[in-house]
């Protein structure tokens, strides 16, 4: 069974109404609990980095993150990381640099609309993530409505639509459809690199 971590960095997928609108202040337990038993097949294991509407993550943040996978990927065979969708894209970017030919599927995702609530969009982005996670193709992706877009081409272009997501000037690194998870293998097989890790240029 493959093992795939679930690190936690806040967003609207983690988000509960307050009185000041959306806070991020739901823990991966809590997360977990919400989606319930959707996701089979994989162990789970999960580990809350920081709670952030993602309008506030800076470099310092890629850091932390960048620095928590490279000091686990030789565990585990994949990771899903939930974060804000006004910032992933950048946090993609960045982390397809700072993890430089990461041998395990490094996933992004999140939501439009809190996983605590009932028509949430998450329950979908984080399937689709987990088996991104857990398909050995390596490096670093956003999974986002059914799309899986590398990180050094996905763009937020939508603020309410559930299809936030775009790939720009590439092909979607795959798609999951009535076939389940199609890989795009020409998007996905980058000449071979050996992994580099860097967290000192930001
Ligand atoms: N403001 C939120 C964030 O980026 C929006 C979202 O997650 O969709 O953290």
Not at 4 to 26: D, K, M, N, R, Y
Not at 99 to 105: K, N, R, S
């Amino acid at each position: 069974m493959k093992k795939i971590l679930w690190i936690t960095t806040g967003g609207t997928i983690a988000s509960v109404s307050s009185e000041s609108g959306l806070v991020p202040s739901q823990d991966a337990a809590d997360l977990l609990q919400a989606i319930g038993t959707l996701i089979s097949g994989i162990k789970i294991v999960t580990e809350d980095l920081f709670t952030l509407d993602s309008s506030n993550i800076q470099p310092e943040e890629w850091r932390m993150i960048a620095r928590r996978i490279h000091a686990v990927y030789q565990q585990v065979d994949g990771i899903v990381l939930t974060h804000g969708t006004d910032t992933m894209a950048y946090t993609a970017s960045a982390l397809s640099y700072m993890l430089l030919g990461i041998p395990i599927p490094v996933v992004l995702t999140g939501s439009q609309l809190p996983l605590s609530h009932p028509l949430s969009d998450g329950v979908d982005n984080l399937r689709c993530a987990f088996a991104m996670a857990a398909s050995q193709v390596p490096g670093v992706y956003v999974a986002f409505d059914r799309r899986i877009i590398l990180g050094t081409r996905a763009v937020k272009v939508k603020t309410q639509g559930f299809d936030a997501f775009e790939s720009v000037n590439q092909k979607l690194a795959g798609r999951v459809d009535s076939r389940g998870l199609t890989i795009n293998t020409k998007v996905t097989d980058f000449p071979p690199h050996p992994y580099v890790f860097t967290d000192r240029w930001c």
